[in-house]
């Protein structure tokens, strides 16, 4: 088998014969072998297609190797190169879009205004009631549950000590919708839980921000580019509402989830655990809704306020129940905690 210099160098032989989706495969390839190969995320940068994710990888470049020229150079590439990509085309607004309309003939309208008036007259409308009539309604119905993709059986977990996978609950739950406040907030975060406040633990000082890492490339069951070999990482599945664990490429943990419900899903993308707390209370007064729930357990957040945690108040694994955050059985979020650390990757995908 090539190390990681030796596959570095092919592609950028195939670089320079116009080969560019050769070169992709030797550079992830070599990045596989070796992910601090600075020259590999370079050379992986000229090749990709995207100029987002060309600048992602010259990031990683330079995280890695700040002073190297080549580096340097790629930077300033790789901003040309994003700045010259043509942006997205403007939406185009309702109400200028209905310019572009022909009038109505003048007859036709009179007769829609005189309709109007007759239904609004024998209807009974009130410019306050009827919004609030609508919410009231909402509110009080339920939320038919997802249809989604039958979870995977294979025998699991590998772990010491494991905590079985529990089959989804064939009975339908009743879901009641979000709680509209007072004060009208229906726009808040994707998920509930709030600012971190520890219950149980001290306040930790984070050593990592909620940073997105380079997009992955290639297939969802292959290792992402930027993990080691012998790295811990958490795969997070909301096709089949799955969370393997890995070290390298080697499954050691896998347990079922529920993610976001519609229209509070859960976020896509690779990130890395920056905040834990053994146990939290989490208000959503603070957002406008009406959930408080105290001493949620073994809480890891991995982007803003979306976290894995543990969870007591259903037991319908394997189907999305949440407001964005990647629910567990409480025993399988106690040994993801205390398995992971402090900067774990959390990749989430369909």
């Not at 160098?9 to 070599?30: E, Y």
Request: aromatic fraction near 10%; charged fraction near 15%.
């Amino acid at each position: 088998m090539m190390d990681s210099d030796q596959l570095t160098r092919q592609a950028r032989a195939a670089l320079k014969t116009g080969d560019k989706q050769q070169a992709r495969v030797l550079s992830q390839q070599a990045l596989r072998v070796d992910p601090q190969n600075h020259m590999a995320w370079m050379t992986l940068a000229v090749a990709t297609p995207s100029p987002q994710a060309a600048m992602d990888y010259v990031q990683r470049a330079y995280r890695l190797q700040p002073d190297d020229p080549n580096v340097q150079k790629g930077l300033v590439w790789a901003k040309r190169r994003l700045a010259a990509q043509p942006p997205s085309p403007p939406l185009v607004p309702i109400a200028t879009h209905e310019k572009t309309r022909k009038p109505l003939p003048l007859i036709l309208l009179i007769i829609i205004i005189l309709l109007g008036v007759s239904v609004i007259a024998y209807v009974g409308w009130s410019p306050f009631g009827g919004d609030g009539d609508m919410v009231a309604a909402i509110a009080v119905g339920t939320v038919e549950k997802t249809a989604v993709s039958p979870p995977i059986t294979t025998p699991i977990p590998l772990s010491p000590n494991p905590q079985p996978i529990i089959a989804p609950d064939s009975t339908p739950h009743p879901i009641q919708p979000k709680n509209i406040a007072a004060n009208g907030k229906q726009n808040a975060w994707a998920t509930w839980t709030t600012t971190p406040t520890p219950t149980n633990t001290p306040t930790p000082s984070p050593t990592w921000q909620a940073t997105f890492l380079a997009p992955q490339e290639g297939a969802l069951e292959e290792r992402p580019l930027n993990i080691g070999i012998n790295e811990k990482w958490i795969d997070v599945d909301l096709t089949h509402q799955t969370l393997p664990a890995y070290e390298g490429d080697a499954l050691v943990y896998q347990t079922l989830i529920s993610s976001g419900l519609s229209p509070n899903l859960t976020v896509t993308g690779q990130f890395r655990v920056w905040l834990r707390f053994e146990a939290q209370t989490m208000d959503g007064a603070r957002l406008g809704y009406d959930y408080y729930l105290e001493n949620v357990p073994y809480v890891m957040y991995f982007f803003e306020d979306y976290a894995l945690h543990g969870t007591f108040w259903h037991n319908n694994f394997g189907n999305p129940m949440s407001h964005g955050c990647v629910n567990m059985e409480t025993g399988d979020a106690g040994w993801i905690y205390n398995w992971s650390e402090m900067g774990t990757v959390v990749n989430v995908h369909y």
